[in-house]
């Protein structure tokens, strides 16, 4: 066992072979059972049990970083994911109709959320998107995706998330199109309410196993692996 996965059986309790629970019987793996090369560049979330379980999840498909800095905000957790879909004749040198997808995660702790505050995350989004989205023939589909882990979710700020759409067509589609996400969980009350098209929000849902919806093109790879 390396050292470095000693070291975390140390500073996290709840990862070591005789403490460690399975969060809400969801079939996960102790990071203590998991190969170095996968834990080795995940962050530990020591202070916060919840996203650190989220980020058990997440790890396989996205790079992880925590405590990020990004326009002024400190998110807690931040993720990055990226997808070449190819086509390919007879050999991978000879691929074609390549297309790109991402994604940018961003959550952090609040206490109660406002509407006002999901506004502006939205405006931020598009300015994210603005200076990432490389518009090309090859681009298909940019998501940026805000959490928000509150402690309480009002019955105003769940009618502006539930079924939250922000979708930006780039040359009429033939460049892809990027989407704008929001989601706000309370995991104290085991409640969550999500955009139309925040898939990644099934990671945040610890107290269920990963459903079967009607998924998008983004979450199919990661959800085989949440299970």
Known sequence: MSERMESNQEETPGYDDTGWEDPAGVGAIPKSELPDEIVENVPDWVDDPYLDRVSDRLMYNYTLERDHRLRGTTWDLCGEMRVLNQKQFFHPALSYADHE??????????????????????????????????????????????????????????????????????????????????????????????????????????????????????????KRVWR
């Open 101 to 222: 997808s991402q994604e940018y995660l961003y959550a952090r702790r609040v206490d109660r959320p406002t509407v006002r505050e999901l506004e502006r995350l939205v405006e931020l989004g598009h300015d994210l998107a603005d200076d990432r989205v490389d518009g090309n023939e090859e681009h298909y589909r940019t998501d940026v995706t805000f959490v928000l882990v509150a402690d309480e979710l009002s019955d105003e700020v769940r009618e502006f998330v539930d079924g939250q759409r922000e979708r930006t067509l780039l040359r009429y589609g033939y460049y892809g199109h990027y989407e704008v996400n929001l989601g706000v969980v309370v995991p104290d009350d085991r409640d969550i309410v999500a955009g139309e098209a925040a898939d990644v929000m099934e990671a945040f849902r610890l107290w269920e196993d990963v459903t079967d919806p009607d998924e998008g093109f983004l979450s199919r790879l990661a």
